[in-house]
């Protein structure tokens, strides 16, 4: 319906262009030809005034000369009743007159010829030859001519523009409505046929502009049908490769948590293993005498692993409220106190590898606010990692102090040990980054997570002694709350 409304004012925009032209045509056209009748006009009054010249001046002289009054009179009555000529007189030198007619129009044409007698143009005049004719029967003629010309050149060209319009219609305008139908019901999901204008076989062997038109757009179409089938084709791909990127993402994920809680429940396990252990070779290698000694040395150690035991629990829930985003359980504590007991927990992990655990720690209490066993799992690991690189013999040293300058807490694990080769210092804090057969390469990407949940930073650097230095820095608070495990 809007392309038939369009198309028509299309055809009455048209309409009015060829009228507005037509009309403007037939004005000058009728213009001009006004012009030239008039001219033409003019032109034939004159050559009548020179006709009268040629033929009759040298008779009216000779009868002026002759004072032939009556054959002059009669001269001057025919002349005046010749087309368009108003008046004509004779003035003679004596000032004698004669004259036939009168003058009725407003515009004129006033011709005078002198009268010389018959071969004596040297001698003085006999008088004046003067011819009126009136332009008023001309310009009645013209106005009459001027309805005529323009009512005949207006239906002529109103005709003409009538039949371009026709054939505008019959050649264009019919075939843009079904071409706008094609255009607006394309459909690129099932096959439609192509477009055919209703024209006759020779018209549509023989390509014109619109043929060209119908062409472009069934070539549009089945090229645009090709594209969306690719595009439809490509989204599924690209569907079905977000379904396995998605998969494979949680598959990481998976393998990572599995990873994660795997390393954290290792380190309270392996204490566990190795006080059972030592339990064990105790027991059997007591003798009657040590009964009472080795009965206060495993409720000792058995205390320990219910110890180890409820930090795998702990740690659990941790990781349970990490999964679940929890937030986390934060209290203010003391950091000497917390590497004490720290320190404690892997002793045997230090005895074991023959390396001793120094600790440096500052003389006063250095309070932090943080969740206890986040902060634990983080020195675990560090001081573990420090033990495994150290050599038999050596030393781990676990020191505290305060920087007043930026009011932050250090927590620093020094060890001489292997150290870190130049291209690993890029990875140490990536996950999965391990250079140990049975390593997992999350501790330290946890480690730095956790320093960051509590707005603080995990640091390496190499030492002079060949080893590493990993520095915790935690914000600094006040003295009131004492850690309690
Ligand atoms: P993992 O201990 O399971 O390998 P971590 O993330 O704790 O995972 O450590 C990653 C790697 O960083 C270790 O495998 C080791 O190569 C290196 N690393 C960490 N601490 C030290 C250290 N104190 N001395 C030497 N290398 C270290």
Same mark, same amino acid.
């Given at each position: 319906?809007?392309?038939? +409304?369009? @198309?028509?004012?299309?055809?009455?925009?048209?309409?009015?262009?060829?009228?507005?032209?037509?009309?403007?045509?037939?004005?000058?056209?009728?213009?001009?030809?006004?012009?030239?009748?008039?001219?033409?006009?003019?032109?034939?009054?004159?050559?009548? #005034?020179?006709?009268?010249?040629?033929?009759?001046?040298?008779?009216?002289?000779?009868?002026?000369?002759?004072?032939?009054?009556?054959?002059?009179?009669?001269?001057?009555?025919?002349?005046?009743?010749?087309?368009?000529?108003?008046?004509?007189?004779?003035?003679?030198?004596?000032?004698? *007159?004669?004259?036939?007619?009168?003058? %009725?129009?407003?515009? #004129?044409?006033?011709?005078?010829?002198?009268?010389?007698?018959?071969?004596?143009?040297?001698?003085?005049?006999?008088?004046?030859?003067?011819?009126?004719?009136?332009?008023?029967?001309?310009?009645?003629?013209?106005? =009459?001519?001027?309805?005529?010309?323009?009512?005949?050149?207006?239906? *002529?060209?109103?005709?003409?523009?009538?039949?371009?319009?026709?054939?505008?219609?019959?050649?264009?305008?019919?075939?843009?409505?079904?071409?706008?139908?094609?255009?607006?019901?394309?459909?690129?999901?099932?096959?439609?046929?192509?477009?055919?204008?209703?024209?006759?076989?020779?018209?549509?062997?023989?390509?014109?502009?619109? @043929?060209?038109?119908?062409?472009?757009?069934?070539? %549009?179409?089945?090229?645009?049908?090709?594209?969306?089938?690719?595009?439809?084709?490509?989204?599924?791909?690209?569907?079905?490769?977000?379904?396995?990127?998605?998969?494979?993402?949680?598959?990481?994920?998976?393998?990572?948590?599995?990873? $994660?809680?795997?390393?954290?429940?290792?380190?309270?396990?392996?204490?566990?293993?190795?006080?059972?252990?030592?339990?064990?070779?105790?027991?059997?290698?007591?003798?009657?005498?040590?009964?009472?000694?080795?009965?206060?040395?495993?409720?000792?150690?058995?205390?320990?692993?219910?110890?180890?035991?409820?930090?795998?629990?702990?740690?659990?829930?941790?990781?349970?409220?990490?999964?679940?985003?929890?937030?986390? =359980?934060?209290?203010?504590?003391?950091?000497? $106190?917390?590497?004490?007991?720290?320190?404690?927990?892997?002793?045997?992990?230090?005895?074991?590898?023959?390396?001793?655990?120094?600790?440096?720690?500052?003389?006063?209490?250095?309070?932090?606010?943080?969740?206890?066993?986040?902060?634990?799992?983080?020195?675990?690991?560090?001081?573990?990692?420090?033990?495994?690189?150290?050599?038999?013999?050596?030393?781990?040293? #676990?020191?505290?102090?305060?920087?007043?300058?930026?009011?932050?807490?250090?927590?620093?694990?020094?060890?001489?040990?292997?150290?870190? +080769?130049?291209?690993?210092?890029?990875?140490?804090?990536?996950?999965?980054?391990?250079?140990?057969?049975?390593?997992?390469?999350?501790?330290?990407?946890?480690?730095?997570?956790?320093?960051?949940?509590?707005?603080?930073?995990? *640091?390496?650097?190499?030492?002079?002694?060949?080893?590493?230095?990993?520095?915790?820095?935690?914000?600094?608070?006040?003295?009131?709350?004492?850690?309690?495990?």
């Amino acid at each position: 319906m809007r392309t038939f +409304s369009s @198309q028509h004012r299309t055809v009455r925009r048209l309409i009015l262009y060829i009228i507005l032209f037509s009309s403007a045509i037939t004005l000058i056209s009728s213009a001009l030809q006004l012009y030239l009748e008039y001219t033409k006009g003019v032109s034939d009054i004159n050559a009548e #005034i020179h006709q009268i010249k040629d033929s009759q001046l040298e008779s009216i002289a000779l009868n002026v000369q002759d004072r032939n009054i009556q054959l002059l009179q009669l001269q001057l009555d025919g002349l005046v009743k010749l087309p368009g000529i108003e008046r004509i007189s004779i003035v003679t030198t004596d000032r004698v *007159k004669w004259r036939a007619g009168e003058v %009725m129009s407003n515009e #004129i044409i006033d011709e005078r010829f002198v009268l010389y007698q018959h071969g004596r143009e040297q001698e003085p005049p006999l008088g004046i030859l003067q011819i009126v004719v009136g332009l008023d029967e001309l310009y009645s003629r013209l106005t =009459d001519r001027v309805y005529f010309i323009v009512i005949s050149n207006g239906i *002529k060209t109103f005709l003409v523009a009538g039949f371009i319009l026709y054939l505008f219609q019959y050649l264009v305008t019919r075939h843009l409505g079904k071409i706008s139908d094609f255009a607006q019901n394309l459909t690129f999901d099932k096959p439609i046929p192509p477009l055919v204008l209703d024209r006759t076989e020779k018209e549509r062997s023989s390509p014109d502009e619109l @043929q060209t038109v119908v062409t472009a757009l069934n070539g %549009m179409q089945l090229r645009l049908g090709d594209e969306l089938k690719k595009r439809l084709e490509a989204e599924q791909k690209l569907l079905a490769s977000r379904d396995q990127i998605a998969h494979l993402d949680r598959l990481n994920s998976m393998g990572e948590m599995v990873s $994660t809680i795997t390393h954290e429940i290792n380190q309270p396990l392996t204490a566990i293993a190795s006080y059972a252990q030592s339990a064990t070779r105790r027991i059997d290698n007591a003798r009657p005498e040590q009964q009472a000694e080795l009965q206060q040395w495993l409720a000792t150690t058995l205390k320990k692993i219910s110890e180890q035991a409820l930090r795998s629990g702990k740690v659990l829930q941790r990781i349970r409220n990490f999964v679940k985003l929890r937030a986390m =359980d934060m209290q203010r504590l003391d950091a000497n $106190t917390m590497l004490r007991e720290v320190s404690d927990m892997v002793e045997t992990t230090a005895n074991s590898n023959q390396v001793s655990l120094v600790l440096e720690l500052n003389p006063s209490p250095l309070y932090v606010e943080g969740d206890p066993v986040q902060l634990q799992q983080v020195s675990i690991n560090l001081i573990k990692n420090a033990i495994e690189a150290s050599h038999p013999g050596a030393q781990v040293v #676990i020191s505290t102090c305060l920087n007043s300058e930026n009011n932050e807490v250090e927590l620093c694990i020094h060890d001489e040990g292997v150290g870190v +080769s130049g291209e690993a210092v890029e990875h140490l804090f990536e996950p999965f980054y391990t250079s140990k057969k049975q390593g997992m390469g999350v501790g330290l990407s946890i480690s730095l997570a956790i320093a960051k949940a509590h707005n603080g930073t995990l *640091k390496y650097q190499a030492n002079a002694q060949g080893g590493c230095d990993f520095t915790l820095t935690l914000p600094a608070v006040g003295e009131e709350v004492a850690y309690d495990v």
